[in-house]
């Protein structure tokens, strides 16, 4: 069963990266971060295709409810549940949510959204459990240490992090002009998709990925070389990277962790823009 569904996304992760160039990374990103239920931040002007590629990946799991909302400087929290969301659906009884120009958002609205990604509790007004699985942000605001500091706590819940840039390979923004159609969005042919119960078995088997004592120490040596450099990761996010590792190997098809599994950390280490090339030459140096 849990192959059946592996190979339908690698049936879906192919098809999108035809419709959506240069998005791989991305596209890997978002099934990882629903199959692990994190929450993601996509970073970049408009026109990059970061709400579309969402978009495109949950229609393709039938019984999913999306929440799409684009947040501005008054949006109160009210505004985000279902019996004040134009879309019926609100963040407190969706699977996925997707907002847009997230730190647009007031700071009270901002941070009454810390129990409904860490907690998944809404206040309606008495507490609720909600069904979220995963929160995906999207912004053009760079985050630099200048940055609102009383925000961090709230950007320290976004395990992911990734900038979406324009493309860059001649041929494939060539293909981008010569693309006919948009994205079909309501495609639900039964064989093509997978299914709300199927994330769900995804992220139970993830439990079941073994993850050895080379690793822990690999990590705590990442984690050593990250400080000589400034680089700070939170012990919370530490720990949630092990659920990472864990589903990045289940989507490979294996029941134990790598070495290679490490990489795809890239985008939960870093904080600010000044960290990347970091976190990246030490995961590079660690994973030979």
């Known amino acids: 069963m849990i192959n059946s569904v592996l190979n339908k996304l690698g049936s879906i992760k192919s098809t999108l ?137 709230l950007y320290d819940r976004f395990l992911f992090r990734k900038e979406i840039m324009p493309i860059k390979n001649g041929v494939n923004f060539k293909k981008l002009l010569e693309l006919k159609d948009e994205y079909d969005f309501n495609d639900t042919t039964s064989e093509k998709n997978i299914e709300r119960k199927d994330i769900d078995e995804l992220s139970s088997a993830v439990d079941t990925v073994c993850i050895g004592a080379d690793i822990y120490n690999r990590l705590y040596e990442i984690r050593e070389e990250l400080r000589n450099k400034q680089v700070i990761v939170s012990d919370r996010r530490w720990r949630e990277t092990v659920k990472i590792l864990k589903a990045n190997a289940l989507l490979n098809k294996r029941d134990a962790v790598t070495i290679d599994d490490i990489m795809i950390l890239e985008p939960s280490l870093w904080t600010y823009y000044s960290d990347i090339r970091a976190v990246r030459n030490i995961l590079r140096k660690e994973t030979k």
């Open 17 to 153: 990266n035809s419709s959506f160039l240069e998005r791989k990374e991305v596209i890997d990103m978002i099934i990882l971060a629903v199959v692990s239920k994190k929450h993601s931040i996509l970073i970049g002007e408009p026109g990059l295709a970061k709400t579309a590629v969402l978009k495109a990946m949950v229609s393709r799991i039938k019984g999913l409810r999306l929440f799409d909302f684009q947040m501005t400087p008054s949006t109160g929290m009210n505004e985000l549940m279902s019996k004040n969301s134009q879309n019926k659906t609100g963040i407190d009884n969706c699977d996925i949510a997707l907002i847009d120009e997230f730190f647009k958002g007031p700071h009270s609205t901002l941070n009454s959204l810390l129990a409904v990604m860490n907690e998944r509790i809404a206040y309606i007004p008495e507490p609720r459990k909600i069904p979220l699985i995963s929160l995906f942000a999207t912004s053009n605001e760079k985050p630099d240490k200048s940055s609102d500091a009383n925000l961090l706590p």
